[in-house]
T-cell receptor, first 113, second 116 residues
């Protein structure tokens, strides 16, 4: 299950199960959202993105759901594998001239064999 | 394609010295590059936005005289941490936005800075 405390929120799942990682974003004007995977000591790796005019976008083994009403984003990973163990960040794109990204707090996904 | 490199990948320096970190887009031109700092078990915090040929735009609370950014070409941006102190020890990550793109950012592998 999920736990939130002084450390990074952690989601622990069994290999083969589906994972759902949640994220709340802050700016109702954000129009583009991205999920990144970050392994220890490495830079973020793009997983999937979604524009604000969509509710869901499906990838090969991942999907992103967007609920603009409550400013909530989720990442679904099907048949989670040990190689999926990493920290996952959502990011919102603020648009405008610089269109910078604001990252969420992150969730550590721990896949148990 | 869309590879971003950083050099060095890690650096250890003495307090009071300056350290330069390079960020290169290897196979595309980037009009905009971004610099982030990440402390252990925390998220990426945007430090500054760097546009080729112009001054960087710093986020609130980031000292521009402490973190010097130069974006002299469409493939290279540098971050210099001046007079580094132990509290500057962190993981520094850059990203680059292709010239033709509005939303995309490609991230470098990061640079681990340790100040003794």
């Amino acid at each position: 299950g999920e736990s939130v405390g002084l450390h990074l929120p952690t989601l622990s799942v069994q290999e083969g199960d589906n994972s759902i990682i949640n994220c709340a974003y802050s700016n109702s004007a954000s129009d583009y959202f991205i999920w990144y995977k970050q392994e220890s000591g490495k830079g973020p790796q793009f997983i999937i993105d979604i524009r604000s005019n969509m509710d869901k976008r499906q990838g090969q083994r991942v999907a992103v759901l967007l609920n603009k009403t409550v400013k909530h984003l989720s990442l679904q990973i099907a048949a989670t594998q040990p190689g999926d163990s990493a920290v996952y960040f959502c990011a919102e794109s603020l648009g405008g001239a610089t269109n910078k990204l604001i990252f969420g707090t992150g969730t550590l996904l721990a896949v148990q064999p | 394609g869309a590879v971003v490199s950083q050099h060095p990948s890690w650096v250890i320096c003495k307090s009071g010295t300056s350290v330069k970190i390079e960020c290169r887009s290897l196979d595309f031109q980037a009009t905009t590059m971004f610099w982030y700092r990440q402390f252990p078990k925390q998220s990426l915090m945007l430090m500054a936005t760097s546009n080729e040929g112009s001054k960087a735009t710093y986020e609130q609370g980031v000292e521009k005289d402490k973190f010097l950014i130069n974006h002299a070409s469409l493939t290279l941006s540098t971050l210099t941490v001046t007079s580094a102190h132990p509290e500057d020890s962190s993981f520094y990550i850059c990203s680059a936005r292709p010239k033709s793109s509005y939303n995309e950012q490609f991230f470098g592998p990061g640079t681990r800075l340790t100040v003794l």
